[in-house]
T-cell receptor
Framework: AQKVTQAQTEISVVEKEDVTLDCVYE???????LFWYKQPPSGELVFLIR??????QNEISGRYSWNFQKSTSSFNFTITASQVVDSAVYFC????????????FGTGTRLKVLA | DVKVTQSSRYLVKRTGEKVFLECVQD?????MFWYRQDPGLGLRLIYF???????EKGDIPEGYSVSREKKERFSLILESASTNQTSMYLC???????????FGPGTRLTVL
C-alpha cells in the first residue's frame, strides 16, 4: 500500500525561526517521485519540488531545503529564517508509475509564522 | 507559466441539481485531474484523464462523472448534487504521468 504521513497537523513559529516539516512515505515501488506543495491562504496549490527515488541528494533553494532519506522513508522540508509569507498549508505527495498509477497526498501541515 | 483555470471560485447549488465544474489548461498537458479537498482529509482524487476521450476513476468517483472532449478541457459533473458533495474542488494538470501537477485556484461548492 502507498501512503504519505504528515504527522504535524499545525506548527506555529515566530518569524526568523527555522522550522522543519516532516513527511514519511510508504511504497513498495522502487521508482517513485516525491513532491512538496504549498497552499497559501488564497487556496491555490503551488508546486515546490520534485525528487525521484534514485536521487537522495539534498536540495537547497534559497531559504528552503529538502532532506530525502530512503533509509527512513522520509522527505523533510526545512524553512530557514521563516517569514510571515511562509504561512500556508504544506503538502507532501508521492507518485508511482509502475502498474496502476498512483498519486497520493499527505493530509498537510499548517504552518503559522507569527510576526 | 502553466495556467490552469476553473470556471468558478464559488458556487451554490441545490440538492438534486446537475452541476458542471470546468477546468482549462493552456500548456498542452496530456494529464488532467480532479480532486476534492476537505478539512483533515487532504486531497482525494476523483477522476483523472491521460488523453482526450479517456478517463479513469480515482479513489472517490461515486456520484461524479467527467468529460474530456478536448485536450485542454476537463469537466467534472455532479449528476445529482447532494449535501455531502459540499467541498473545495481542485483541478490539476501535468506534463508527464507521475510528474508534478499544476493546480487551478479551486471551486468552493456548497450544496444546500
Amino acid at each position: 500500500a502507498q501512503k504519505v504521513t504528515q504527522a504535524q497537523t499545525e506548527i506555529s513559529v515566530v518569524e526568523k525561526e527555522d522550522v522543519t516539516l516532516d513527511c514519511v512515505y510508504e511504497t513498495r515501488d522502487t521508482t517513485y517521485y516525491l513532491f512538496w506543495y504549498k497552499q497559501p491562504p488564497s487556496g491555490e496549490l503551488v508546486f515546490l519540488i520534485r525528487r525521484n527515488s534514485f536521487d537522495e541528494q539534498n536540495e537547497i533553494s534559497g531559504r528552503y531545503s529538502w532532506n530525502f532519506q530512503k533509509s527512513t522513508s522520509s522527505f523533510n522540508f526545512t524553512i530557514t529564517a521563516s517569514q510571515v509569507v511562509d504561512s500556508a498549508v504544506y503538502f507532501c505527495a508521492l507518485s508511482t508509475t509502475s502498474g496502476t498509477y498512483k498519486y497520493i497526498f499527505g493530509t498537510g501541515t499548517r504552518l503559522k509564522v507569527l510576526a | 507559466d502553466v495556467k490552469v483555470t476553473q470556471s468558478s471560485r464559488y458556487l451554490v447549488k441545490r440538492t438534486g441539481e446537475k452541476v458542471f465544474l470546468e477546468c482549462v489548461q493552456d500548456m498542452d498537458h496530456e494529464n488532467m485531474f480532479w480532486y476534492r479537498q476537505d478539512p483533515g482529509l487532504g486531497l482525494r482524487l476523483i477522476y483523472f484523464s491521460y488523453d482526450v476521450k479517456m478517463k479513469e476513476k480515482g479513489d472517490i468517483p461515486e456520484g461524479y462523472s467527467v468529460s474530456r472532449e478536448k485536450k485542454e478541457r476537463f469537466s467534472l459533473i455532479l449528476e445529482s448534487a447532494s449535501t455531502n458533495q459540499t467541498s473545495m474542488y481542485l483541478c490539476a494538470s501535468s506534463l508527464y504521468r507521475g510528474y508534478e501537477q499544476f493546480f487551478g485556484p479551486g471551486t468552493r461548492l456548497t450544496v444546500l
